[in-house]
């Protein structure tokens, strides 16, 4: 069975930085696609950033472009959010989730309803 366990998030000012961790427990096909969304209180759910396993290729949303980046560390299973320059409008609870390489970066930067495994969440909050 495919699981996502994610750690990091907390509390940090604005400006500052925050590092994300997910552990996909296999890569396969079907979790060749990993991507970071969020949601907000009030606000739907929209990816951030994803990465495409076999060649490294990452996606954006404008709003995070120039301030996070998404890695994949193979040795380790994992896939690193680094957040820098945190603003308020940041604050949410953020999921890591798994999908095949049929996913487009589009639907990768939505609302993850084509993504078929996700990780529990992890609040990051920026406030001063």
């Known amino acids: 069975q495919v699981q996502l366990v994610e750690s990091g998030g907390g509390s940090v000012q604005p400006g500052g930085s925050l590092k994300l961790s997910c552990r996909v427990s296999?890569?396969?096909?079907?979790?060749?696609?990993v991507a970071w969304l969020r949601q907000a209180p009030g606000k739907e759910r929209e990816g951030v950033a994803v990465?495409?396993?076999?060649?490294?290729?990452?996606y954006y949303r404008d709003s995070v472009k120039g301030r996070f980046t998404i890695s994949q560390d193979k040795a380790k299973n994992t896939v690193e959010l680094q957040m820098n320059n945190l603003k308020a409008e940041d604050t949410a609870i953020y999921y890591c989730?798994?999908?095949?390489?049929?996913?487009?970066?589009?639907?990768?930067?939505?609302?993850?309803?084509?993504?078929?495994?996700w990780g529990q969440g992890t609040q990051v909050t920026v406030s001063a």
């Open positions: 990465i495409y396993t076999p060649d490294s290729r990452t």
């Open positions: 296999e890569f396969t096909y079907y979790t060749s696609v």
């Open positions: 989730a798994a999908g095949g390489l049929g996913i487009t970066p589009v639907q990768a930067l939505s609302a993850g309803q084509d993504f078929q495994y």
